[in-house]
């Protein structure tokens, strides 16, 4: 099994910064992509941004510019640092992994952080 496990998440005013975490854990044998999630209250959850192996980084056009997805495959993390953030970023943020556990694919997720943006 694999398992996602975030961190970072709080409460924030207007302009300020937020750093997510994500570990995973379990004998991963590939990672394919991993990325974070949001989803707002009354709202589906998107993609905020996704760091694919071998291909070139995604990020949401609301978020682009602001926000920077880094991975450390091998301590098997993924971070979002979030700078200027708005009240429009108030989320759940989820990491999602995507790859191989024991030569069957997965697609993880995490149990989600708060991100509350908020004067």
């Known amino acids: 099994q694999v398992q996602l496990v975030e961190s970072g998440g709080g409460l924030v005013q207007p302009g300020g910064s937020l750093e997510l975490s994500c570990a995973a854990s379990?004998?991963?044998?590939?990672?394919?992509?991993m990325g974070w999630y949001r989803q707002a209250p009354g709202k589906q959850r998107e993609l905020v941004a996704v760091s694919p192996s071998g291909g070139s980084t995604n990020y949401a056009s609301s978020v682009k510019g602001r926000f920077t997805i880094s991975r450390d495959d091998a301590k098997s993390t993924v971070a979002l640092q979030m700078n200027s953030l708005q009240p429009e970023d108030t989320a759940i943020y989820y990491c999602?992994?995507?790859?191989?556990?024991?030569?069957?694919?997965?697609?993880?997720w995490g149990q989600g952080t708060q991100g509350t943006v908020s004067s």
């Open positions: 999602n992994l995507k790859g191989y556990y024991m030569g069957t694919g997965v697609d993880s």
């Open positions: 379990g004998r991963i044998s590939r990672i394919d992509s």
